[in-house]
């Protein structure tokens, strides 16, 4: 598995959430984490979470951390929003280790009571894919500079921590995973 | 997905880490994280790490809280490690809550440096399985009586807290993979 | 798993074959069975069966009872389809309670020779469904109406016994697979 | 898929349920019904259902027809369990058929209110199976004698008959889904 | 499994490789392997390797012999990833039966380092198919015709041979899995 | 994937075909392929093919080599037995390149008509295996000194050219499947 880190800006439209648009932007052949910096504004066609669509709800930011999974080793609902969960977990474990005290709620971080991050997950025939973001700036929502991860440095740091570590926790399990017996049965 | 807290001492010797524990001794017909208080002293033919055989590393403690989590809605290798993962993570959320400041390697938990807690999760044909344990007291290893929780009454709530949070994020899930669109592709 | 009848008349024009339909409408965020009552004509885009559509054949019914099942646990087409054996055998056990005798073919009933109901089952990326229609009255096929279950109240407590049972029955499949021993090998 | 009926007597004692008997015994190298009739007396180390173990119950019977099925397209257990299910209402419609009029509770069927079958269903890593069994006569339970279907003739049509149905409709079924399209989304 | 030669020419758009193209084309309701000869001109729409589409690549050639083969009892990328891999190996013995020396590598065959073969496998959410292609004739790429492999007849006879041979191997593997014990563990 | 060739002669007694033999014996947590060179002699109850057993047949050679290959990202028995046929191919492939020119039945080569392998596939619950050998010498089966290849140096050099080579095309199947969209529907 492989973490890229953009080095430009680059703005999500939804569009990223689409099977194999890793393979078609980067060429990359493994499963990857893809990490990005830009404005967020979800266009209504790439809306996979059909409760923001039922209550159309926009999803947008001035300037967001995303961060693209793609998984090719299995089509499981349950193992993707499985991944989705603990890449949360693992994000606030990364926000604490700066200092920054969140909240969790299923896949939803808050920061002070307002909503830090918005997330989905989904799969296709072929791979099943997360889509995790957090505000940079906003003005409603809760956001890193607010809690005074504001400078670019310290954002770039952020995002290939997050992303490097997400690599590592999946090369563990797959390592873990060869090395116990079967259950027996009473 | 139902919780269920012994409210006696309970031993663990690893034979509960089979498939079908629970229903043999509680009749439960769901997927299940039965929680318990007892000495931890685990069998060699119980022991589903080959690490841990190899190593002839004993799974010992005088007095460790143990989750005993069963799903028969999959054998995937995968999911169970994953899940196994985002407990570990629920475990520490918890702690933290408590005021106890964990580290985090894979599945383990370390206090002080100090190793806190074992897992291990594996799968038979007919179910998927996870051990979770945690030291109450111990001579070598990390423990919640050094972390301050030494009382029984907070052991107990602590006990009943985590159990109860891993049923609530497991319906959350099932609940969220049910409103997502499947994935475009590029 | 929730059982919904629809309590106003709703026709079944082949769109809430598609998966989410039951999210999208109604809210609903489990595996569900949705029952309504209202003409039938279903648009060659939403034919599911080739078999019809390269027989052009038309799928019309003035008054139809319809049964929507939607499963997310599985995309496993071999699944659905079993499901949908099922519960044809299931309607016609009921049908047969109410002293309906008709002949079955795969997943078709028949009454007195003539074709009372009709059925698809497939699969998306996210969801597997069912659909299974009954001619309450037709000038050609069979239905209901022959069958002497005329009265509007008949029909609504038919409607809601087999969309209950079928939830039964899947309910207790759960449980029963539960409480089940590996098998051993020769 | 291929169904073999033993022309002989054959004295079920629950080791018929393991993988591979069909093969061991037969040769048959096919999704397979092998169906025969003798005496029932399942020993404790062959009982797959927990709840009969822990019971204590006694599976016995003087004379008694058995279907065991065994399916190597998959080890997932829903669909084995649905399989079962739509198995026992298959022998409730060609009981009948014959006349015999069957009350059905989840793998169960029922004459006059007595138990006149038993079912299991599991897997190994390599099959997955169920055993049906239908009592000829007994002191105490249901049996296809006090049903009128006594003579051997009659039984030996019986027995005939479903399992060629089993193997039809599963023909008929693997027929069907290969001619669906796939869903679309809302 | 059932293979079927077209005694026409038939030219290869793209469009075949689409779930269903056997059934909807010929009523098969089998998994098939479809052999047919003519003109290749995929079109882009119907690109299934990215890589091409990236590469403005042209899947073009004036001859072609394409296998079509489609498999309903899985959709997993793997399988049908091997099965290619296999394929050509299966290929490639038949061309050394007649003489014709190749290389492989993956699943492309070279004639004197010229490219011979194209081919693409995927899934949809209910099949898995591949096209394999081999130039019969060609300017630029290795040709059967080149190989010495140029009547007609010949072409015919190839084109039969392994299409049946691809089946005798699927239904050889089948026999095969249904005869083995499941392993053991350490 | 990793290929470990073991330096030292070893005997195969069928125990290595248990899951996990590869971690307990080399501590790999990798997919991987083992080679290594001794004397067969398989015990009854290593024994996997129930046709051996059945015919009891005797797995026995003075030299042989021997590739243990087992992969835990899937138990589906259709999946091991195709890379186990495209194995085959792959050895074949290897020899022809060595002037050692063989026949294939299925998953067994022959040299002159003498059976030259031996090979099983199976899962457990845990992972997927397959062993193939080849005799490097045998008074009655083919065998590779009598092919020509009798050399230390030159078997050892076939052993690792095979075992790195499965490894590589393991890895291409891996990469292959992750640039490719998912199929269309007719």
Redesign the interface.
């Known amino acids: 598995m492989k973490c890229i880190v953009l080095p430009e800006k680059y703005d999500y439209d939804g569009s990223q959430?689409?099977?194999?648009?890793a393979?078609?932007s980067f060429?990359?052949?493994?499963?990857s984490v893809v990490v990005f910096r830009g404005a967020c504004d979800v266009k209504i066609e790439?809306?996979?979470?059909?409760?923001d669509r039922?209550a159309n709800e926009s999803i947008w930011s001035e300037d967001m951390v995303s961060f693209i999974i793609e998984h090719?080793?299995?089509?499981?609902?349950?193992?993707i929003?499985?991944?989705q969960?603990?890449f949360t977990?693992?994000v606030?474990?990364y926000l604490?280790d700066l200092g920054v005290r969140t909240t969790?709620e299923?896949?939803d971080l808050f920061l002070n009571g307002k909503k830090l991050t918005v997330s989905?997950?989904?799969?296709?025939?072929?791979?099943q894919?997360i889509h995790f973001g957090i505000n940079v700036s906003h003005d409603v929502y809760g956001n890193l500079k607010e809690a005074g991860i504001g400078e670019d440095k310290q954002v770039a740091s952020f995002m290939k921590a997050v992303g490097e570590a997400y690599v590592r926790?999946f090369e563990?399990?797959?390592?873990?995973?060869?090395?116990?017996?079967?259950?027996?049965?009473?």
Chains 1, 2, 3, 4, 5, 6 share one sequence.
Request: aromatic residues 8%.
């Open positions: 959430i689409s099977s194999l648009w393979y078609n060429g990359v052949q493994e499963d790439h809306m996979i979470d059909l409760e039922r090719f080793d299995s089509t499981d609902l349950k193992l929003y499985t991944r969960r603990f977990a693992l606030r474990e604490a969790r299923g896949d989905i997950a989904s799969t296709s025939a072929v791979s894919k926790e563990d399990i797959e390592k873990d995973l060869r090395k116990s017996r079967p259950l027996g049965a009473i």
